[in-house]
């Protein structure tokens, strides 16, 4: 089997799958138009507020942007688990490995390059309105939160992508993820400093902020919300080569 | 080998649709084509097991090229679990499937030597049809244009762009089949082709199935209608739960276990009765002035009430009779059924 001619097919499944597509651009227009919104309406008043972060204001779109990223993940694989999807794709494609890998960097893939996309325009945006206490993406912090916040994005479509193929039902795994995003984490995160920091959200977001709040530094943020990343997809691996199709 | 040369051979009509890919149809030929054999299908001792259940209990027998295989069973016979274990996508508990020697799984490019068909609802609804078949055919290196011939063949190629949710179960039924044949494959699993498909489309599925046979391709078509697939099939494979219960030609099958018996309707009964008792049938009286003759087919009756100036109003062979053969085999074999409803 050719991986390019399989990553390719993997490819047009996912441009030609519209809840897929949707996602994605929905997590654009929203992050953007938070962060947007919030900005304009903030100005540059709490500048002088001590605890204000102003770079991670900017980012403050992504909270709807990684549900965004999380339902692109989990469409782009559960649309395998409709009907007999996935014995199709098995049939063309026997070597499941080869098949999960071409699909989990289709996921990966995509939603690196639209965060890029959506992490810049939302710095760009939302740095506007901020007046003389906007952040500079020359300053080293900046740009890593920019590059960081679309590698998080795409830690968590793949984490979504992962976890779908494991319980193999996309319901299942928005049910799970989304009210765990918006509510247990935000609960527990007011906790900083606790067990809530190595949570996959909380982690990877320290990226976003200029001092972070919590214990792991940025990088080690980043690499917690990978691990978890990388155990749902080696999780899905094993349940896509060990079950019945 | 290209259809049309296939089809005057076989001493049909090419359908229109059909037309097209004979310009292209050949154009990635198997390697092992024309090799009898190598490209059987392969069951040898083949069982699976679902939480206690024998799906498939010790199945053995072999699908040869160059004729229509019919794959019979009631519901629940195993017919779908045996051609997912073929193509490697349930793990059998025991035994081996092999595609001209190899299990599937290790095929390079399946789709250019295995085409199947398992479920029409494999497309997702949100894709058009030809963005379904583009990514499939991508990941076999199968090229486009392939896309397009067999969107002709199976006749949906003016509902090709529409989204696969908008599609009658008819449609998906050929999308499905187009999707099975875009590898232009030596061996084909069709899962209830028929399934869904109007009177026209099961005429056409009939005539596509002869025609892959006579271009020397494998073909293994399941169903649970008797009827139908005797009149496509030359070779019949019968399962009850999970067992093989014949394996046989379907002319045998027929021969062996049918017995011809020829419904007659006269204006002399009495005189027919005699003439039939002389020449050593014996008539049973029917319904409403009809006799029923076991054991004889139309042609030895007619002339011979012909013969001796009868007047016929009625010369029918008992059409049951093959479906009733099909369920006295299969009946201690059948997973669901009904009691036997009383007669009031």
Redesign the interface.
């Known amino acids: 089997m050719s991986t390019a001619a399989v990553l390719r097919s993997e490819w047009i499944k996912i441009r030609t799958l519209r809840g897929a597509v949707w996602s994605l651009l929905a997590g654009f227009v929203l992050t953007v138009g938070f962060a947007v919104a919030t900005n304009a309406a903030i100005g540059d008043s709490e500048a002088d507020n001590a605890d204000f972060d102003a770079l991670h204001s900017v980012f403050i779109g992504l909270n709807l942007g990684q549900i965004a990223a999380i339902a692109f993940g989990t469409t782009a694989m559960s649309s395998e688990y409709q009907g007999g999807a996935i014995r199709a794709s098995l049939t063309a494609v026997p070597n499941r490995s080869l098949f999960y890998a071409a699909k989990l960097t289709n996921v990966a893939g995509p939603a690196l390059a639209l965060g890029l996309v959506t992490t810049l325009v939302s710095f760009l945006g939302g740095s506007a309105f901020m007046g003389d206490a906007a952040p500079n993406l020359g300053d080293g912090n900046a740009l890593r939160a920019v590059v960081g916040g679309a590698v998080y994005l795409a830690l968590m479509a793949l984490f979504a992508a992962g976890l779908t193929a494991l319980l193999r039902s996309g319901v299942a795994v928005l049910s799970i993820l989304i009210p765990f995003i918006l509510v247990v984490s935000m609960v527990l995160g007011e906790a900083s400093g606790s067990l809530a920091d190595y949570l996959p959200d909380r982690a990877g977001q320290q990226v976003l902020y200029a001092d972070p709040p919590g214990d792991l530094s940025p990088p080690a943020g980043l690499a917690v919300t990978a691990l978890w990343a990388g155990a749902a997809t080696l999780a899905g691996w094993w349940s896509l080569r060990r079950r019945d199709a | 080998m290209g259809s049309i040369v296939a089809a005057a051979r076989s001493g049909r009509l090419p359908h229109v649709g059909e037309l097209a890919p004979a310009a292209g149809g050949s154009a990635h030929p198997s390697p092992d084509r024309t090799v009898d054999g190598m490209t059987a299908i392969d069951v040898k001792d083949l069982t699976k097991v679902y939480a206690q259940v024998r799906a498939v209990d010790r199945l053995t027998f072999s699908v040869r090229p160059g004729r229509v295989t019919g794959f019979l069973g009631p519901n629940g016979a195993g017919k779908s679990t045996t051609m997912?274990l073929v193509?490697?996508?349930?793990?059998p508990t025991s035994g081996t499937a092999t595609i001209g020697g190899r299990p599937?799984?290790?095929?390079?490019?399946?789709?250019r030597q295995?085409g199947?068909l398992?479920?029409a609802?494999?497309?997702?609804?949100?894709?058009?049809a030809r963005?379904?078949l583009?990514?499939?055919?991508?990941?076999?290196?199968v090229p486009d244009r392939r896309v397009d011939e067999v969107l002709e063949q199976t006749g949906i190629a003016s509902v090709a762009s529409r989204r696969v949710k908008t599609f009658s179960l008819g449609m998906r039924q050929r999308l499905g089949i187009a999707?099975a044949l875009l590898g232009d494959p030596q061996v084909l699993l069709l899962d209830e082709p028929s399934n869904g498909l109007d009177p026209e489309g099961i005429i056409w599925i009939r005539e596509l199935m002869r025609g892959l046979a006579a271009e020397n391709r494998t073909v293994l078509v399941s169903s649970h209608l008797m009827g139908e697939t005797a009149s496509f099939a030359d070779h019949l494979i019968v399962l009850g739960k999970g067992r093989l219960l014949a394996d046989t030609p379907t002319k045998d099958f027929i021969a062996s276990r049918v017995k011809p018996r020829v419904r007659v309707r006269t204006t002399e009964p009495a005189r027919l009765r005699e003439v039939l008792l002389r020449h050593g049938h014996s008539p049973v009286e029917s319904d409403e002035g009809r006799m029923l003759i076991d054991g004889v087919a139309i042609d030895t009756i007619g002339p011979l009430a012909a013969g001796e100036g009868i007047v016929l109003l009625e010369l029918a062979a008992e059409e049951a009779t093959l479906e009733q053969a099909y369920l006295d085999l299969t009946s201690g074999a059948t997973e669901f059924s009904a009691p036997t409803p009383q007669e009031a």
């Open positions: 997912r193509l490697g996508l349930d793990r599937f799984t290790r095929l390079d490019e399946p789709l295995v199947a398992l479920d609802e494999a497309p997702h609804g949100s894709r058009t963005a379904h583009l990514a499939l055919a991508a990941s076999n290196r999707a």
